[in-house]
């Protein structure tokens, strides 16, 4: 039955793992590619799309948002809101405890090491870490 329903709520073309408690806003802005793992506590405000590559692992309490607030008070005060999309390459391993913040890229067969918090695309191949999340050394 979960799984099932997971499947209405997720855009998904194979197999993929969610282990709960799960959050998201709409679900359906969320589109996952085959053998994509999800840890515990994971947290998707999609609301723009957030697409995720195959063979993708994401650590517990990773929090992934896509909307975004005015940094101008009034507008604040009248609730504009608007979003940036995320994309997360294939082979990408997101440690525990990461956030990814709206309109960021993280590149193919990269690492985000555990508590990181990634502000900016993240090129392909890449280890990046810290806060704010900054790439380390290439991942060859």
Sequence with gaps: MKSRLMRKLINTNGKFWIKPPFFCDYGYN??????????????????????????????????????????????????IEFGKPVTIGKNVWIGGNCTILPGVTIGDNSVIGAGSVVTKDIPNNSIA????????????
Aim: charged letters at 20%.
């Design 129 to 140: 870490v810290g806060n704010p999340a900054k790439v380390k050394s290439k991942n060859e």
């Design 30 to 79: 969320i589109f996952i590619e085959r053998n994509v793992m999800l840890n515990y506590g994971c947290v998707i405000l999609d609301v723009c799309p957030v697409k995720i590559g195959e063979h993708t692992l994401i650590g517990p309490n990773t929090h992934i948002y896509t909307a975004c607030h005015s940094l101008v008070p009034d507008e604040r005060i009248s609730d």
